[in-house]
């Protein structure tokens, strides 16, 4: 069964980084045929997509975040990282960490995290 | 970014009955390896979002065939026949043809 599951913090406040960490298992890790995901949802403006990282460790962002973000992996740990820093109020949303299989698309998902960015 | 619009943003349906959503792209989803990024994503309360339809027609395995996809270019559809309390929920479609990936606003399927 192919799990993932997002930790980090459930608050932050503005200014400072949002780190998430997604454990995956049940798959392969390194397979070439997955893309590790984060995508958001956020209040009022929906789903976005943040971005991905490679087995390789090859990185795509979304230009709306990319000053900000950074991707990063560990294959030992089988996990996948999210770093998005000088976070506002803008970037309170439900995370999701997720397979992104390159034939099927984003057919497995976490069950997200609440974070909230506030003093 | 490629703009997806949804229609109708609500949808009550009857038990037993059809229910047709709507997607439409600003441009084209047909990508340079001649395939169609259109997906579809069912988000069932108190669950996380999941992918029912890959390459605008393709059920994912499991995916009952009552849900089913269509379109092309820029118009595209989501079917469910036989609509049952289970299917409560919002759907999406994602496209993954052009970088950032989007997804339409959501189509809530209720019922009546």
């Known amino acids: 069964q192919v799990l993932l599951q997002e930790s980090g913090p459930r608050l932050v406040k503005p200014s400072e980084t949002l780190s998430l960490t997604c454990s995956v298992s049940?798959?392969?890790?390194?397979?070439?045929?997955?893309?590790w995901t984060w995508i958001r949802h956020l209040p009022e403006k929906g789903l976005e997509w943040i971005g991905w990282?490679?087995?390789?460790?090859?990185?795509r962002y979304n230009p709306s975040l990319s000053s900000r973000l950074s991707l990063s992996l560990d294959t030992s740990k089988t996990q996948f990282s999210l770093n998005l820093k000088s976070v506002t109020a803008a970037d309170t949303a439900l995370y999701f960490c997720?397979?992104?299989?390159?034939?099927?698309?984003?057919?497995?998902w976490g069950q997200g995290t609440l974070v909230t960015v506030s003093s | 970014d490629v703009v997806l619009t949804q229609t109708p943003l609500s949808a009550p349906v009857t038990l037993g009955q059809s229910a047709s959503f709507s997607c439409r792209s600003d441009q084209s989803l047909v990508h340079g390896d001649g395939h169609t990024y259109m997906n579809w994503l069912q988000w069932r309360p108190g669950q996380p979002p999941r992918l029912l339809i890959y390459k605008t027609s393709r059920r994912l395995s499991g995916v009952p065939d009552r849900f089913s996809g269509g379109g092309a270019g820029t118009d595209f559809t989501l079917n469910i026949s036989r609509v049952e309390a289970e299917d409560v929920g919002v759907y999406f479609c994602i496209q993954a043809t052009h970088y950032p990936f989007t997804f339409g606003q959501g189509t809530k399927l209720d019922i009546k």
């Open positions: 049940g798959t392969s890790f390194t397979s070439s045929e997955y893309y």
């Open positions: 990282i490679y087995y390789n460790g090859h990185t």
């Open positions: 997720v397979r992104d299989h390159a034939w099927y698309g984003l057919d497995r």
